[in-house]
Structures are given as structure tokens and as C-alpha cells.
């Protein structure tokens, strides 16, 4: 079974830009979150999403959107790219609702901005 | 609304000695509590995790401590070893719903 798979792995945008990244959820899973990982901090969360309705959103500005798609795959797109967006944004996929579900993560896309 | 309190952000410890990293949790409908292990340029990935109705799970050299009436939740690491070294996060969950600490960076000094 394919895990978590995110695009691309590394991308590089100038200031002011914008960068789209894609997650592909595990099958059968219709939640995806996102999660911002700045150099030596935590998860900081981000966006949820679940069976195609944002569901939840951290303390981002508004530049920081997304969707989910029918196939629940998900994009995050992040407008008018600042220095300090430069990290690890990390998807994580769970199944449908249930109990002792576990959140399935992705390696990451490394955005570094310039 | 961090609904999931995590400490140390650090934690430096010896090889051999015990790594200990807390959590405590606002939302008593929580009913799955996970640990995620998470190593330089990789995805964090599910360690060890534990229910509400047990007071302790142990795997190997990682242990669960949960407190249900405090609310709290813990990471005890026996015998630490350099290869233990990573970010470690705590999460509680409901159905669908995850919750993440914000992470504590162990070093395990040799």
C-alpha cells in the first residue's frame, strides 16, 4: 500500500511568488491535514481538510489556502511568499472517522524562499 | 487553541540515562494518544501509542505513562541511546480530529 506522497520534494520560489504543493492521501483516507515546520521548531498547524470541506485552520495569514479534491488528494497554496515561509510543510492523511485512528505523514516539501 | 501542551521544547540527555518528554491535553473526549518519532529531513512517524483505558504501554525501551484524571500524558526513554536522537511529538485524537504538540528536540549525548 503507497504511503503518504507529497510534490515536490524541494522548491525554490523568489519573494512575492507563489507555490502550490500537493499531497497525496493514503487510499481510503478522506482527511488531510497540513502542518508548517520552520527550521528547529514544532508542528505548527496549518489547514484540515475532510471528505473536501475545510474543516479547520491554524493562526496563518489568509495567503495560506488550500482545497481537497474529490479523490481527497489536497493543495496547499501559499500567495505573496514572505522569507520566513521558508520550511517544511508536512501532509499528514487519516482514514474516516473511527477510533484509535492514526495520522499517516508524508516526507515533506522543503520550500525555501529567496 | 493548542489543545495539546508539550514539554521540554529540549532535552539533552546521556547515553544510558532516562529521556522523559510530558504532555497534557484539554479535551477529555481525546481517546487515542500517540507518540511520533521524527528524524532530520523526514516525516514524523507513529513510535508508540496508547488508549485511556490503560495506565501504561510499554514497547521495547519506550514507555507511555497516562494520567486520565490530570490529563496528562508522558514519554519515558529507558536507556537512551544516540540513535534516539530525533524530534519527538506528542498528538491526542478523537475519530478523525488530531491534535499535535509542538514537538521537543532530544539529543542523546554518547
Known amino acids: 500500500e503507497a504511503g503518504v506522497t507529497q510534490s515536490p520534494t524541494h522548491l525554490i520560489k523568489t519573494r512575492g511568488q507563489q507555490a502550490t504543493l500537493r499531497c497525496s492521501p493514503i487510499?481510503?483516507?478522506?482527511?488531510v491535514y497540513w502542518y508548517q515546520q520552520a527550521l528547529g521548531l514544532g508542528l505548527q498547524f496549518l489547514l484540515w481538510y475532510d471528505e473536501g470541506e475545510e474543516r479547520n485552520r491554524g493562526n496563518f495569514p489568509p495567503r495560506f489556502s488550500g482545497r481537497q479534491f474529490p479523490n481527497y488528494s489536497s493543495e496547499l497554496n501559499v500567495n505573496a511568499l514572505e522569507l520566513e515561509d521558508s520550511a517544511l510543510y508536512l501532509c499528514?492523511?487519516?482514514?474516516?472517522?473511527?477510533?484509535?485512528?492514526?495520522?499517516?505523514f508524508g516526507q515533506g516539501t522543503r520550500l525555501t524562499v529567496v | 487553541q493548542q489543545q495539546v501542551k508539550q514539554s521540554p521544547q529540549s532535552l539533552i540527555v546521556q547515553k544510558g540515562g532516562i529521556s522523559i518528554i510530558n504532555c497534557a491535553y484539554e479535551?477529555?473526549?481525546?481517546?487515542?494518544f500517540p507518540w511520533y518519532q521524527q528524524f532530520p529531513g523526514k516525516g514524523p512517524a507513529l513510535l508508540i501509542a496508547?488508549?485511556?483505558?490503560?495506565s501504561e504501554k510499554k514497547e521495547g525501551r519506550f514507555t507511555i505513562s497516562f494520567n486520565k484524571s490530570a490529563k496528562q500524558f508522558s514519554l519515558h526513554i529507558m536507556d537512551s541511546q544516540p540513535g534516539d536522537s530525533a524530534t519527538y511529538f506528542c498528538a491526542a485524537s478523537v475519530g478523525n480530529q488530531f491534535y499535535f504538540g509542538t514537538g521537543t528536540s532530544l539529543t542523546v549525548i554518547p
Open positions: 487510499s481510503g483516507h478522506t482527511s
Open positions: 496508547i488508549r485511556p483505558d490503560v
Open positions: 479535551n477529555t473526549a481525546f481517546d487515542y
Open positions: 499528514a492523511s487519516v482514514p474516516r472517522g473511527g477510533k484509535n485512528t492514526e495520522a499517516f
